[in-house]
T-cell receptor, first 114, second 116 residues
Framework: GAGVSQSPRYKVAKRGQDVALRCDPI?????LFWYQQALGQGPEFLTY????????KSGLPSDRFFAERPEGSVSTLKIQRTQQEDSAVYLC????????????FGPGTRLTVL | AQKITQTQPGMFVQEKEAVTLDCTYD???????LFWYKQPSSGEMIFLIY??????QNATEGRYSLNFQKARKSANLVISASQLGDSAMYFC?????????????FGKGITLSVRP
């Protein structure tokens, strides 16, 4: 079946612009996670959802970052007034539940802020 | 809090040989899971293998096996019969199964290059 999809795959923004990154999880997966991966580093947790509820947003670096999953399926990560330090790959992952299930990742969105 | 340490900066292996990628971890949780992911240059994180902290046997998945030594807090990945397509970044990760914290904590990764 279809895996996790993300769009756009690449995004170039001028500093100060708002961006919206989309994630389509695997159908039926309850849990959805966002991670940020800086160049040459491992992914860092941003936030996660169980259905439409955002259970943990402790990894969001500032109040310019906002995530939503209004119908418990597709999720959007929004970054307002982008800064150069926001340049990274943003990875979305989903899992069947919140228990012990493996997280499956999408291809990521590479954001470059000029 | 969890911490993953991957200190090998880069690894080289000859095609068809076996290679071990090191991973040590630190956690105060009693129940946790350890994962290995592969990230080729295309960027997607591909799940390889999982080991639960209470699993008595080491996990195996095809050419991948996990050398789990709980007392030493290590979870090394062994890739047998390396193939050119194995060249990629490899990340060790863990998550605790206590409480509501389901996030993965990743190491910095190891670059593996397979030589023909």
């Amino acid at each position: 079946g279809a895996g996790v999809s993300q769009s756009p795959r690449y995004k170039v923004a001028k500093r100060g612009q708002d961006v919206a990154l989309r994630c389509d999880p695997i159908s039926g997966h309850v849990s959805l996670f966002w991670y940020q991966q800086a160049l040459g580093q491992g992914p860092e947790f941003l936030t996660y959802f169980q259905n439409e509820a955002q259970l943990d947003k402790s990894g969001l670096p500032s109040d310019r970052f906002f995530a939503e999953r209004p119908e418990g399926s597709v999720s959007t990560l929004k970054i307002q007034r982008t800064q150069q330090e926001d340049s990274a790959v943003y990875l979305c992952a989903s899992s069947l539940s919140l228990s012990t299930d493996t997280q499956y990742f999408g291809p990521g969105t590479r954001l470059t802020v000029l | 809090a969890q911490k993953i340490t991957q200190t090998q900066p880069g690894m080289f292996v000859q095609e068809k040989e076996a290679v071990t990628l090191d991973c040590t971890y630190d956690t105060s949780d009693q129940s946790y899971g350890l994962f290995w992911y592969k990230q080729p240059s295309s960027g997607e994180m591909i799940f390889l293998i999982y080991q639960g902290s209470y699993d008595e046997q080491n996990a195996t998945e095809g050419r991948y096996s996990l050398n789990f030594q709980k007392a030493r807090k290590s979870a090394n990945l062994v890739i047998s019969a390396s193939q050119l397509g194995d060249s990629a970044m490899y990340f060790c990760a863990m998550r605790a199964f206590t409480g509501a914290n389901s996030k993965l904590t990743f190491g910095k990764g190891i670059t593996l290059s397979v030589r023909p």
